[in-house]
Nanobody, 118 residues
């Protein structure tokens, strides 16, 4: 089992910034992928950004140039720096961790609310 604890959400004005953190603990493998997803009311959960344990990243197009994902492997922690926030970024943000050991093991955090006011 892997436990994920998120922090850093909140209310911010249009154009503002927030930094999300997610600390993983438990049965963590050295080769893994961590990332952030979000879900707005009435919409499906969508990928925001992911980062491998080797440092490769991928972002959804709408956040490229505004959001930066990073990680500290020694702390098993992933971060999401969000700048130039827009009202359409408002959602519950979920941390995700997965690794593959003969099968995929997929874990989710409890979610943290990000609200951007216009």
């Amino acid at each position: 089992q892997v436990q994920l604890v998120e922090s850093g959400g909140g209310l911010v004005q249009f154009g503002g910034s927030l930094r999300l953190s997610c600390a993983a603990s438990g049965s963590i493998l050295s080769i893994n992928v961590m990332g952030w997803y979000r879900q707005a009311p009435g919409k499906e959960r969508e990928l925001v950004a992911i980062i491998t344990s080797g440092g490769s990243t991928n972002y959804r197009d709408s956040v490229k140039g505004r959001f930066t994902i990073s990680r500290d492997n020694a702390k098993n922690t992933v971060y999401l720096e969000m700048n130039s926030l827009k009202p359409e970024d408002t959602a519950v943000y979920y941390c995700n961790y997965y690794h593959i050991n003969y099968q995929k093991y997929d874990y989710w955090g409890q979610g943290t609310q990000v609200t951007v006011s216009s």
